[in-house]
């Protein structure tokens, strides 16, 4: 019994330690639930998130009317041809505002699913990134409400002639808004895009900052395409913005390649403090 115990050196501990390391990574995902229970939890994450978004979207449907009238003052104001059209509009909207509102609760709910499978520094990025997104996603969505659907909404209004006047569908009119609001509000993701990259060695700090001056380019462009070619105060209010966007992008850029250099250096350091005890 001594000779074992005496024959356990600092060499063989150092032997083992690797292993060590290797079994607490490994121990978060050795309390795995059952393939059925992990489906029974999913059920409830999803009825629970159904739950929230119908009572808050029947919340806002109190609220609705006063909501579509602030949504129409960029054209001043819309008319419904089909008898049932007012009232699927504001249907709709609700279930929308509801959606947006119960956001943060379906992301919390997802969020308690999925940790329990997560390791330590999954789950250090994917909450940040969850709640990065979201807010990235609502200001995308406030942009394009504020500063781009009036532009544009002057620039379609302007086709019109003595003889052509608009009459506008409110469903048609909801729809346009949505769908701007939603696309604008993915082009947003832009800078959480940008970091996944650079976290992938794809892109990289200097790349961006190389290339801004094509960026700003770019960005006028855009901005003089969808505003009226005589307003110059609509063209900076859409490009000032994204110009602004991309500095974001810029700055996630350059805080994920220091946080890999210091992940990197810390492994190297491991490394050689295991090469060191082994030796």
């Known amino acids: 019994m001594n000779d074992e115990i005496k024959g356990a050196t600092p060499d063989s501990a150092a032997e083992d330690a690797p292993e060590r390391i290797a079994r607490k990574k490994a121990a978060p995902r050795e309390k795995e639930m059952p393939f059925l229970e ?4 999913l059920r409830r994450v999803i009825i629970d998130s159904l739950i929230v978004i119908l009572v808050v979207s ?22 419904f041809i089909g008898p049932a059209e007012a009232f699927t509009v504001r249907l709709k909207l609700s279930f929308v505002l509801g ?15 999925v940790v329990p499978g997560l390791l330590k520094k999954e789950k250090s990025l994917l909450f940040p990134l969850a709640m990065f997104s979201t807010v990235l996603f ?18 379609l209004m302007a086709f019109g002639t003595a003889k052509v006047e608009p009459m506008i569908s409110i469903d048609s009119y909801f729809s346009m808004v949505m769908q701007i609001s939603a696309a604008i509000g993915i082009v947003f993701q832009f800078p959480l895009v940008v970091g996944v990259l650079t976290s992938l060695g794809i892109i990289t700090p200097n790349f961006l900052k190389s290339k801004w001056r094509y960026a700003v380019v770019i960005i006028f462009l855009v901005g003089a395409a969808v505003t009226p070619g005589d307003v110059m105060v ?34 190297d350091e491991e490394s050689d403090e295991t090469e060191s005890d082994e030796t």
């Open 38 to 41: 992990h489906l029974e939890e």
């Open 58 to 79: 029947t919340a806002c449907w109190f609220f609705s009317g006063r909501i579509i009238d602030y949504i129409v003052i960029p054209i001043g104001k819309a008319v």
């Open 99 to 113: 959606a947006l509102v119960s956001l943060p609760f379906v992301f919390l709910r997802i969020w308690k699913f």
């Open 138 to 155: 609502y200001g995308g969505a406030a942009f394009a409400y504020f500063m781009l659907i009036p532009s544009i909404m002057r620039i």
């Open 234 to 267: 609509s063209q900076l209010v859409v490009a000032v913005p994204l110009c602004g966007l991309y500095l974001v992008s810029i700055l996630v850029s350059l805080l994920v390649q220091r946080r890999k250099d210091r992940e990197v250096e810390t492994e």
